[in-house]
């Protein structure tokens, strides 16, 4: 998959290497017809006036061109954009990302989740909820101090069962000795494993979870096992 993305942004980027001239003949032959038309109307006599119609008409489809020049160029440099974007990922392969998402997807592993405490807290209480919003696991975590803390879940339930494959959301509510709430921000950090690009969309594989590249606030080098 991540090598038939990377051909499709090969060809991409060779398809768009004739249009500049394409585009640049184009806009001279717009600007070309405009000056032509501004020395007609200037030098036309007063007796016997030009038929607009004709060279309205004639505005009006070079009017279109220019605007179809406009987006060309504008879907140029989104093509661009998103090659770059899509190369910037591919990098990532082997990495660890940070991203910032509290839900990630079960299937027959743990979930490790991640989560940054602005103060040190007295205690963290920690719930797992399923894709419909509904609590399947509460507890505790031991992890109290300021800054980045982690919390794994065994994928199971209250009643020890393991829980159906999906998507389920960490939710963290850490409060201070004075029973005061503490503001946390859940994340996951975990190994890229590929990249792919679904619905114009680039997202990156980690564990069985599709997490879009825009969630990913950092990357690092994976630590050795």
């Keep these: ?33 405009l000056g032509l038309l501004t020395a007609q109307i200037k030098n036309q006599d007063p007796l016997s006036p030009m038929d607009s119609t004709q060279w309205t008409n004639q505005l009006v489809q070079y009017t279109s061109v ?7 160029e504008y879907l140029k440099s989104l093509v661009g954009l998103g090659a770059g974007n899509m190369a910037n990922s ?28 602005a103060n040190s807290a007295s205690q963290v209480a920690v719930e797992v909820l399923d894709a419909d919003g509904k609590t399947v696991w509460k507890g505790t975590s031991d992890q109290l101090k300021k800054g980045d803390n982690s919390f794994t879940w065994d994928g199971k339930d209250s009643t020890g069962a393991t829980v159906k494959e999906g998507n389920y959301t960490l939710k963290v509510t850490a409060t201070g000795a004075n029973g005061t709430a503490i503001s946390n921000a859940v994340s996951v950090q975990q190994r890229v494993d590929a990249t792919e690009l679904i619905n114009g969309e680039i997202v990156l594989r980690m564990g069985y979870s599709l997490i879009p590249m825009s969630y990913v606030t950092g990357v690092r080098e994976t630590a050795d096992a």
């Design 1 to 33: 998959m991540v090598t038939s993305v990377s051909n499709t942004s090969g060809t991409n980027t060779s398809g768009t290497s004739s249009t500049p001239s394409t585009t640049g003949g184009l806009a001279t032959t717009y600007e070309t017809f």
């Design 66 to 72: 220019e605007q179809q020049l406009k987006a060309n």
């Design 90 to 117: 591919v990098n990532m392969i082997g990495k660890t990302a940070v991203a910032d998402i509290d839900t990630q997807t079960f299937k027959d592993q743990p979930l490790t989740w991640h989560y940054d405490l």
